[in-house]
């Protein structure tokens, strides 16, 4: 399968700070990333679709503004949460899909903000 | 809105049996399914991918789908504790661009 690549794995911020979690993908290109955030023994729940070249798509209720993507280039899409608060902690996990349409998850980052 | 349901679990299996996991789709024009297994801590990883109804096998794996009933599923076969997981369904309508998942079913194969 394909590959996909996050960074890093594991982030704590202090509240009020921003952090950025790579995403990339390592041996295709992707036109379309996926952001996904997981709370503990939640199911999956989609944030935001990201585009190459162009803004990304946010699901309801998610703040574009807290919530910040960027894919500038076909392998590398980056997920910036601005201002973390502690309730911003969660496993953030992004994926990509390949010309095969099967969707490849990255390893995942877990942000703990204190 | 396109839902996608599974049976939350917990399903519990002895090892060596075979585990059944069941999933519904609401829209019809969904194209592609998808299985993803996922350990505790972790991000899913897919396992298995259909696209015609019937079966499909892979090792000890079998997806079977059913268009008309609007149904997947997927067997595990001689289950192992390392089998415990959470097991995602997965639908696309075959573009790529949008997915979507069920809430997932809590496996546990016990030793």
Same mark, same amino acid.
Request: aromatic letters at 12%; hydrophobic letters at 35%; a negative charge.
């Given at each position: 399968?394909?590959?996909?690549?996050q960074h *890093?794995?594991?982030?704590?911020?202090?509240?009020?700070?921003?952090v950025k979690?790579?995403?990339r993908s390592? =041996?295709?290109?992707?036109?379309t990333m996926?952001?996904?955030?997981?709370? *503990?023994?939640?199911?999956?729940?989609?944030?935001a679709t990201?585009n190459?070249?162009?803004?990304?798509?946010?699901e309801?209720?998610?703040?574009? =503004?807290?919530?910040l993507?960027?894919?500038?280039s076909?392998?590398l899409?980056?997920l910036?949460?601005?201002?973390?608060? *502690?309730e911003d902690s969660s496993?953030y996990?992004?994926?990509g899909? *390949?010309n095969t349409?099967?969707?490849?998850?990255?390893?995942g980052?877990r942000?703990?903000?204190? | +809105?396109?839902?996608?349901?599974q049976?939350?679990?917990?399903?519990?299996? #002895?090892?060596? /049996?075979?585990?059944?996991?069941n999933?519904?789709?609401? &829209?019809r024009?969904?194209q592609?399914?998808?299985?993803? $297994? +996922?350990?505790?801590?972790?991000? #899913?990883?897919?396992?298995?991918?259909i696209?015609?109804n019937? &079966?499909?096998?892979?090792? $000890?794996?079998? /997806?079977?789908?059913n268009?008309?009933s609007?149904?997947? %599923?997927?067997?595990? $076969?001689?289950s +192992?504790? %390392?089998?415990? /997981?959470?097991?995602l369904c997965a639908?696309s309508?075959?573009?790529?661009? +949008?997915f979507y998942?069920?809430?997932?079913t809590s496996?546990t194969?016990?030793?």
């Open positions: 399968g394909a590959v996909v690549s *890093p794995s594991w982030v704590i911020c202090k509240s009020g700070t921003s979690i790579e995403c390592l =041996d295709f290109q992707a036109t996926f952001w996904y955030r997981q709370f *503990p023994k939640q199911s999956l729940m989609l944030m990201s190459e070249g162009s803004k990304a798509t946010y309801q209720g998610v703040e574009k =503004d807290k919530f993507i960027n894919h500038a076909l392998t899409s980056t910036t949460v601005t201002s973390a608060h *502690p496993f996990i992004c994926s899909t *390949p349409g099967e969707l490849f998850f990255g390893e980052s942000l703990t903000v204190l | +809105q396109k839902e996608v349901e049976n939350s679990g917990p399903l519990s299996v #002895p090892e060596g /049996a075979i585990a059944s996991l999933c519904t789709y609401s &829209d024009v969904s592609s399914f998808f299985w993803y $297994r +996922q350990y505790s801590g972790k991000s #899913p990883e897919l396992i298995m991918s696209y015609s019937g &079966d499909k096998e892979d090792g $000890r794996f079998t /997806a079977q789908l268009k008309a609007q149904y997947v %599923s997927l067997l595990i $076969r001689d +192992q504790p %390392s089998d415990s /997981a959470t097991y639908v309508e075959n573009t790529g661009n +949008q998942f069920g809430t997932g496996l194969v016990i030793p």
